[in-house]
Structure formats: C-alpha cells, structure tokens
C-alpha cells in the first residue's frame, strides 16, 4: 500500500525568552532541524515580528531547507500551557500550502500576541514551548482533483474503515481519498469543537479521541466550484457517520447533516472560507452573506456543551470566526 501523508511534530523550547525577545524587528531563531517526509525542516521565531506591521506580535514560521519540487504539507502551532501540562487549543493551523523551492517559508505573522506572553501560562522560568504539527503529502502523480495527492482511496471514504457507518454501500456513501482529518472551532470558545451528537451537530468539549469530532475538509470539487469571489469550496464530512454538513435553506436556520456524494454533489454542502490568517469566516458558497454561527444564551460568552450552530449573516463577532486545524488523537 503506498503511504499517503507522513505526519511528524517538533518541539522548539526557547529558554532565556527575555534575553532572546530583545532581538529586533526582523531578526529570527531557528529550531534545530527535524525530518518529515523525507525533507528537513524548521521552526523560524521572530520574537519582535517579522516585519514592522506586525511588530507588536511573535511570528512564527515554518520552513522547508532541501525542496527541490513543490511539497504539499499542512501545519499547526501550539504553544504549551504550563499550568495545565497540556498544548493549547489557541493554535493556529493551515489547510493544505505548497511549499517550493523559490518560497519556502510559510507560517503566522500574527501567530502569537505579545500580551499573551505576559501570561505565566505560557512563559514561566523564562521558558516558552512552542510545537509545529505537520503532514507532509508526495506530489508524484497525483491524481487529478486530489488535493491530498493520495493514491488511493479506502472503503467508504473515511480515515480508518473501522469507522465507517454501518449499512453504508457504495451507492449511497462516496470513497474519498484517505487524508488527515480536523477539528472545526470557533474563537468565541477555543475549547468547543464541533461535532456529532445524536444526529445533529453541535458544539462538545473538545476532545482529539472523540472521533464524531473529525472531518474530512474534502476540496477535490474546489478545482471546477468556486463562490462569486473565485475562492474554490469545499465539503466537511463526519468521519464517523459519512454524513457532510449541510447549509440551512435560510438564516438563523440550523446546519444539518446529509449522506455524502461527490458523485452527485449537491450545492447544499458546498462551503467556502474568507481569506485571511489565522481564525475565518465559513460561509454558504452560493449565499456568501450567510455565515457558520455558534450559537449561546449569551452571543459572546456563555458556550456549553450541546450548543447549537447557524447561520447568519455577518457580526463581525468571534461566534462568527473559525479555525480549522489537524485534529490528532492522543
């Protein structure tokens, strides 16, 4: 069976952060090197910002140092709370980059703000951890459409047929090309990922071992469907029901879930996202003013377990703003 992504992670601990914090705007440390995929890789810290925009911010950058061909890889940053013993769930992720030759240095201008850093949580004995998540996906013959460039496909589509919905045959459910699943949240609450529950979706105390809270970020309609603004889109698909989440016919209407089919896919599980670093807008691709919304008792605070998602149009309000990462289990 041919290997379809490889993950690997790093752990970059900088000790002495006061001393190294005093390096100026656009000045950098490097990580030692690590292998994924066959290319070696590190993490690259600007403490004061890579640039004077963004001065007021830590980057963070991964880099790639012996591309000879475009890679296709997707990443994540988390920082390490001290008080917790655990990563944080403020990290901030991409979906599949290329990575080539010419320009080889992706990562977060604004990853980490510097008055975070003034949290114990995350600084303490002058110490911070950061770690870079990463799976790295061949680019040899990859087949059209594929944006995981995988070779093959797995029974019923999902990331380990274990898991895939009783009954399901192939004439109901689609094979989707075997790829890392992720996590969907939102800023309002970083501790709430989205998820399955009795067979509606819902927000869950976020939990990488919960496999109802992975999807499948399927973009291989994004190459031929794109939005009104020619941003491509994409379907999210459950890992363990096969079911893809489904826009709402109007808005404060709630998201649902449909058996999923690239064959014949329909235009209500087509999403879209809004450009921009780190946490995004999810967006109806053929109603772009209608907005993935959680929903609370209190629109800005007060998430629990079980609630619920809409759509709405656009608050300009963390409810509104997502992120979608690697999801990796413990």
Known sequence: M???FVTGSKTFEITD???VESISTGNSILSERFTVGGYDWVIKLFPQGNK??????????LKVLNATKDIRAMYSFSLWNWSTSKWSNTSKSSSHKTFSPSCSTKGYSKYIEMSDLDDSNYLTDDRLRIKCTLFVTPDDDKPAGNPSGAKISIDNGFHTASYAPPGA???????????PTVRIYCEANKDLSVT?????????P?????YYQHWIKDMSCGDKVKDVRGIPVFALVNRVTGEALQNPDGEN???SLVPYNTNHLDDSVKWTEMWSTGFRAIRIADTTSLNLTAISSDIDTNFSDGDKIVVKKWLNNPVQRWMIVPNVPC
């Open 17 to 19: 952060y006061s001393v």
């Open 169 to 179: 045959s192939s004439s109901t459910y689609t094979k989707l090309p075997r790829q």
């Open 206 to 210: 976020a939990d990488s071992n919960d």
């Open 52 to 61: 004077d925009s963004v001065s007021e911010y830590t980057s963070v950058f």
């Open 196 to 204: 399955v529950r009795n067979g509606t979706v819902v927000l869950a």
């Open 2 to 4: 041919a290997l379809e």
């Open 253 to 255: 209407e709630e998201v």
